[in-house]
């Protein structure tokens, strides 16, 4: 039988959209600081980082509903709206000319990870993961499929807390799709400690059973769920 997949939600959680029930985000600092109007039930349902400070007001500026995160940059605070409100990261090229998957949007996909990370937003790191692995499975009009090189690698390793699953994603990625090329031009000084203790500790366990996987094919026989981590 036909189940009627009904709109119907209590009224708490649908949340208001009276100005009252905005609380006003001041991101960045000086000249670069930027505000936005968010309902605080939607970042309530996302995040428990504003969940706790809604409920106790350690960090409201005269408790007239202003967080401010200054050392947040304003256009990944703006990427992560659209994230918690459609589901969505813009973060491809709108010239078809342009190849979508570059290194700034893995540098781009890697800071929103970590503001999501200090947010404890599970839901937007998840998000995150599912996007890397889209874009390294996108082959490009060169027929090169690119991952992501040192700097974002170095964003993830300094924003994040070991154990991560981003952390364990780049490393997957280097342990089974990585080739010579990949290490050109590129330094130790230029990656975290930790990423390289993970790839060489990885390699190993890779060399000792598990199946590797084709440079050319990017991660297509890994499971993204390997990479997500529960949501409430």
């Known amino acids: 039988m036909f189940q009627l997949h009904s709109p119907r939600v209590s009224a708490r959680k649908a949340g208001s959209f009276n100005p009252q029930s905005f609380i006003r985000i001041e991101v960045g600092k000086g000249e670069e600081t930027k505000s936005f109007n968010v309902q605080e039930n939607v ?5 428990s980082f504003f969940e706790r400070g809604l409920r ?43 190849d979508s998957t570059t290194e700034h949007e893995y540098e781009t996909l890697c800071k929103l990870f970590v503001l999501a990370e200090k947010l404890v937003d599970g839901k937007t790191k998840n998000l995150v993961i599912r996007a890397i692995f889209a874009a390294t499975e996108q082959r490009h ?29 780049l490393s997957a990625l280097y342990v089974h799709c990585a080739n010579a090329s990949w290490w050109e031009g590129e330094v130790a000084e230029c990656w975290p400690k930790e990423f ?12 000792n059973g598990l199946s590797s996987i084709d440079v050319e094919n ?15």
């Not at 970042?43 to 995040?47: A, G, N, Q, V």
């Not at 947040?72 to 990261?89: Q, S, V």
């Not at 060169?142 to 364990?168: H, K, M, Q, W």
């Not at 390289?196 to 060399?207: E, K, P």
Request: charged share 30%.
């Open 43 to 47: 970042l309530s349902e996302f995040t």
């Open 56 to 98: 106790f007001p350690i960090w409201k500026e005269n408790q007239d509903q202003v967080v401010k995160l200054p050392e947040d940059d304003p256009k990944i605070f703006e990427l992560y709206l659209h994230a918690i409100y459609r589901g969505e990261l813009p973060t491809l090229e709108d010239d078809p000319e342009i």
């Open 141 to 169: 009009v060169d027929g090169i499929i690119r991952y992501p090189d040192s700097n974002s690698v170095t964003i993830a390793f300094e924003g994040t807390p070991e154990n991560c699953n981003l952390r364990a994603l």
């Open 196 to 207: 390289l203790f993970m790839v060489a500790r990885d390699s190993t366990s890779a060399n």
């Open 218 to 232: 990017g991660l297509s026989s890994l499971d993204v769920e390997e990479f997500l981590e529960a949501e409430d």
